[in-house]
């Protein structure tokens, strides 16, 4: 996550469209950055982990993405990562190709869309995800509730699959730490009621560059790759 701090003391007394020139310059920043924000990012963690469950083999992930949004709402997204599939290919790469729409209506944020999961060395393992997620501000802190349903695909073996979950983050004071959790619960081609959890803390350390470290763990996961474990990371955002 980046974290922008902004101190204008006099607009605690005034709106800021009253000060001599603030009102002229944001509209000259509106104008220069322009309807569509382009954002990227890179990282490296410990271990690749989508839901509780390791695609990485628990070996190091590398990831990077780009995304594009507009002022209405609309965005979209690549996000790749580097993943191990179990078909002995040293070059197995996931690539999530995302478009969806996010609006606030009062003090509540509306995001829903579509991801497709694309895997180039083996495209057998494809698939669509749809999306929807509520968010809003509890305190200090930011929660959202969010569904996953991807409809039923033969690369899935022909069945459907869901995934509701409750996320979290709690900043720490004005400081540059915040706390984060998840907790899921997967039903369908991927899940037999398997539950996942996450709980962990992010430091942001100036730059663009976030640390993160997160416990993350799993019950009725029937697989080895569900174990519990730490995962620590590094990004830059651009």
């Known amino acids: 996550m980046k974290f922008t701090r902004l101190m204008a003391a006099a607009a605690m007394v005034m709106p800021l469209a009253a000060l001599p020139g603030v009102a002229h310059a944001e509209e000259a920043d509106e104008e220069a950055s322009g309807p569509i924000d382009i954002s990227a990012e890179v990282g490296v963690f410990s271990d690749y982990r989508f839901r509780g469950i390791s695609l990485s083999g628990k070996d190091p992930e590398v990831t990077a993405s780009l995304s594009i949004e507009h002022e209405s709402g609309l965005y979209?997204?690549?996000?790749?990562?580097?993943?191990?599939?179990?078909?002995?290919?040293?070059?197995?790469?996931?690539?999530?190709?995302?478009?969806?729409?996010?609006?606030?209506?009062?003090?509540?944020?509306?995001d829903a869309g579509v991801i497709y999961y694309q895997y180039p060395g083996n495209g057998s393992f494809n698939y669509v995800e749809?999306?929807?997620?509520?968010?809003?501000?509890?305190?200090?802190?930011?929660?959202?509730?969010?569904?996953?349903?991807?409809?039923?695909?033969?690369?899935?073996?022909?069945?459907?699959?869901?995934?509701?979950?409750?996320?979290?983050?709690?900043?720490?004071?004005?400081?540059?730490?915040?706390?984060?959790?998840?907790?899921?619960?997967?039903?369908?081609?991927?899940?037999?009621?398997?539950?996942?959890?996450?709980?962990?803390?992010?430091?942001?350390l100036g730059s663009g560059f976030t640390a993160s470290a997160d416990y993350v763990d799993t019950a009725r996961s029937y697989t080895t790759a569900g174990d519990p474990t730490v995962v620590v990371s590094l990004k830059k955002s651009f």
């Open 76 to 110: 979209a997204s690549a996000w790749v990562s580097n993943v191990d599939l179990g078909t002995g290919s040293a070059d197995d790469v996931e690539i999530d190709w995302t478009a969806g729409f996010s609006t606030d209506v009062g003090a509540v944020n509306l």
């Open 130 to 204: 749809f999306y929807g997620a509520v968010g809003t501000k509890v305190g200090p802190a930011d929660v959202k509730v969010g569904v996953a349903y991807a409809p039923r695909q033969d690369n899935i073996g022909g069945l459907d699959n869901t995934y509701v979950y409750i996320a979290g983050e709690l900043p720490i004071g004005d400081g540059p730490l915040s706390l984060h959790g998840q907790f899921g619960i997967e039903d369908g081609a991927f899940g037999d009621a398997k539950r996942d959890w996450l709980i962990g803390a992010s430091f942001d």
